[in-house]
């Protein structure tokens, strides 16, 4: 999947066109807004435009010339927001910015140019180095609809590294004393005898490491080992609280 500012050329339809959206992968068209001029980093405004924005992507086509357009991925958007301070933009906007993972990765070896580095007409702009895009809509009164648009589809595109690092975070409340177990009401299925390690499958290979950290959804044989000693040790106390008591019965 391409990541970062990239350009649309492709268009289905006759006179300006539309994007070509990939159906076949759930893709569907939010919301369509005309009038809409974009922003690339510091360079000059370019229009007229519509605005589409899809489940997956947003993508700005000019109205005049069908070679001329761009898209970015929501997963490329690192950052959207309503923007009606003049110091900041002199036209009220939706502010974006923008990442692109090749590059942050270190794998582009072009680093020497800015947003800024194309002259007019004589050099292709490099959409990899930008990392600004506004758009501003010719009516401000439609600001809040194309956020709140934004918005519900950047829930639907999440960062896929932190939600990885998410997933690993979750369900990690670990256990290290009888009164946490039976303080924990967070429904997590612990194991507690041999018979629930017995019907426990699928989740470990069997020639995997004995070493393992105690906590929910791993080989319990060491939580399971460390509750059976708390249960021994607690038998223990009852042992000798007997013992005791026959002492002073026998006095």
């Given at each position: 999947m391409?990541?970062?500012l990239r350009l649309v050329t492709e268009r289905a339809g006759s006179g300006a066109g539309q994007p070509v959206f990939d159906t076949g992968n759930d893709e569907e068209l939010m919301l369509v807004q005309?009038?809409?001029?974009?922003?690339?980093?510091?360079?000059p405004p370019e229009f007229p435009g519509t605005l589409y924005i899809s489940n997956k992507q947003i993508v700005w086509l000019s109205d005049t010339d069908r070679e001329k357009g761009y898209a970015v991925n929501f997963v490329s958007v690192s950052l959207h927001a309503v923007s009606r301070d003049p110091e900041s933009y002199s036209s009220p906007c939706i502010y974006t910015?923008?990442?692109?993972?090749?590059?942050?990765?270190?794998t582009d070896d072009d680093d020497d140019e800015s947003e800024n580095s194309d002259s007019e007409g004589t050099e292709i702009l490099n959409l990899s180095k930008i990392t600004e895009m506004r758009l501003v809509p010719s009516d401000p009164n439609q600001l809040d609809t194309l956020f709140a648009t934004f918005c519900q589809c950047a829930?639907?595109?999440?960062?896929?590294v932190e939600a990885l690092q998410g997933e690993e975070e979750v369900g990690h409340n670990w256990v290290f004393s009888a009164d946490q177990l039976e303080?924990?009401?967070?429904?997590?299925?612990?194991?507690f005898s041999a018979?629930?390690?017995e019907d426990d499958e699928g989740t470990e290979d069997e020639d995997q490491d004995s070493t393992h950290a105690i906590g929910a959804n791993g080989n319990h044989d060491l939580a399971h080992s460390v509750v059976q000693l708390q249960i021994n040790d607690q038998r223990f106390e009852d042992a000798e609280e007997m013992g005791q008591y026959d002492k002073n019965g026998a006095n």
């Open positions: 391409a990541t970062g005309p009038g809409v001029s974009i922003v690339l980093g510091n360079r910015q923008v990442i692109d993972t090749l590059i942050e990765t270190g829930e639907l595109n999440p960062d896929p303080d924990d009401e967070g429904g997590h299925n612990w194991v018979d629930q390690l």
